[in-house]
């Protein structure tokens, strides 16, 4: 439609909002489907965030707040980066936005030059490419496959950069693999990082909470100080908090990119919901108890559809380090034929005919930048999960 932005020509919907209304669609038809498509936990927000939230609106604090956030959240997040990351920020280098989503987005409409370079390992979040797009740069996915965990090497990082890099986005835990960077696998590509000033670090640490087994999660700007002047320090409430709906997200970084992100919001969205700002304040601050009652149910919903994938024909499902996702790789379905008759011939394919077959949504890879496989978010309801396992199972075992 002409009359619409030619900024539309470079960005395309999101796939996994695709899957959840096409889902959605069919459920509404009286298809009996099991939905793994949507990345938010199924566990709802605490009670004492809502309360703190019940009180903010009693309150009377349902008005404008300065535009990065009140000061009560800036401390508490000054407070949550001393406390879990060793990291040390001034109220002037802290920015609360309407999801870590906006976060990002302003981050890179903040910086971003027509021509200059971002890389983005892939498979990524459907939203970086776009984001990049958007804000008028072009991004550069470097692929890192399965026999490397998904995980940049340092070696392909290096040979990644040019002299149009501005941003590398570092995304631990990952979506959509679940990935996560030991200690050691991060400090091999600070020590890269070190080597080119040009390059800024954005890393995207909003399944911080949500590991097993163990893993120390740790961040870029924690493990090489150096790089502390050059690393946007992205997170946010809506994973590990069961908050998705609520819109807050928060950034530590230099302060100069602190203001310019500020003067961005500040002639969009302004402030987030002064309501949800108190809310995330409770958060960050009160009890942290339920993170790892979560994490119990989310380790052991992992477990289960590894082992019941990896038994599906043609399935290879790897064991992630955290977030809520799993990344199977359907390679050994290609070329075979669903009951419908139609050849799998890509992820796509394969996710359409098991969606058509068997009513299970799921992402195909392509859409992530690495296929074919697809994603599976494990945050939904234990005795569902086991049930869409079967019907993979059942859908892999009837093709020819
Ligand atoms: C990797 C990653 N980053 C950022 C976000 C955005 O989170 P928010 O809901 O805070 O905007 C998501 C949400 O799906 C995500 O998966």
């Given at each position: 439609m002409p009359f619409l932005s030619a900024a539309l020509d470079r960005v395309k919907p999101s796939a996994t909002i695709a899957v959840t209304d096409k889902?959605?669609?069919?459920?509404?038809?009286?298809?009996?489907?099991?939905?793994?498509?949507?990345?938010?936990?199924d566990f709802d927000t605490p009670a004492n965030i809502k309360l703190a939230a019940i009180h903010a609106i009693e309150a009377g604090k349902t008005k404008y707040t300065a535009v990065d956030g009140i000061p009560e959240l800036k401390q508490a997040i000054i407070a949550k980066f001393k406390r879990e990351n060793g990291l040390d920020y001034m109220p002037n280098q802290v920015i609360v936005g309407t999801g870590g989503k906006q976060v990002l987005y302003n981050a890179l409409v903040a910086t971003?030059?027509?021509?200059?370079?971002?890389?983005?390992?892939?498979?990524?979040w459907v939203s970086y490419p776009e984001m990049v797009?958007?804000?008028?740069?072009?991004?550069?996915?470097?692929?890192?496959?399965?026999?490397?965990?998904?995980?940049?090497?340092?070696?392909?990082?290096?040979?990644?950069?040019?002299p149009k890099t501005k941003w590398v986005i570092l995304n631990s835990p990952s979506n959509p693999t679940g990935a996560a960077y030991s200690r050691a696998e991060l400090k091999a590509l600070t020590d890269v990082l070190v080597k080119h000033p040009h390059v800024w670090v954005m890393t995207d640490d909003m399944y911080e909470h949500l590991v097993y087994d163990d893993f120390v999660f740790t961040t870029p700007a924690q493990i090489?100080?150096?790089?502390?002047?050059?690393?946007?320090?992205?997170?946010?409430?809506?994973?590990?908090?069961?908050?998705?709906?609520w819109r807050i997200g928060y950034a530590g970084g230099p302060s100069q990119l602190i203001k310019a992100m500020t003067t961005i919001q500040s002639q969009s969205t302004s402030n987030p919901s002064s309501i949800a700002q108190w809310a995330a304040v409770e958060a960050l601050n009160g009890p942290q108890d339920y993170i790892p009652t979560h994490n119990k149910v989310f380790k052991e919903r992992r477990d289960l559809v590894v082992s019941m994938l990896n038994q599906a024909n043609g399935i290879d499902c790897p064991r992630p380090e955290g977030a809520f996702y799993v990344y199977p790789s359907c390679a050994g379905t290609i070329g075979k034929t669903a009951p419908s008759g139609k050849v799998i011939e890509n992820d796509q394919d394969f996710v359409t005919e098991l969606l058509e077959a068997e009513g299970v949504a799921v992402v195909q890879g392509s859409a992530f930048g690495l296929g074919p496989a697809f994603r599976i978010s494990y945050a939904t309801k234990t005795s569902d999960l086991e049930e869409a396992c079967k019907r993979i199972q059942r859908f892999c075992g009837n093709l020819k």
């Open positions: 889902a959605r669609e069919l459920k509404a038809a009286g298809r009996n489907v099991i939905g793994l498509g949507s990345g938010e936990p971003l030059n027509p021509g200059d370079e971002v890389i983005i390992p892939a498979p990524y797009a958007l804000a008028g740069g072009e991004s550069v996915p470097v692929i890192c496959t399965a026999d490397f965990g998904f995980k940049l090497q340092p070696q392909a990082l290096e040979a990644a950069i040019t090489e100080p150096k790089l502390f002047d050059r690393t946007l320090t992205v997170n946010g409430v809506s994973k590990a908090y069961c908050m998705t709906g």
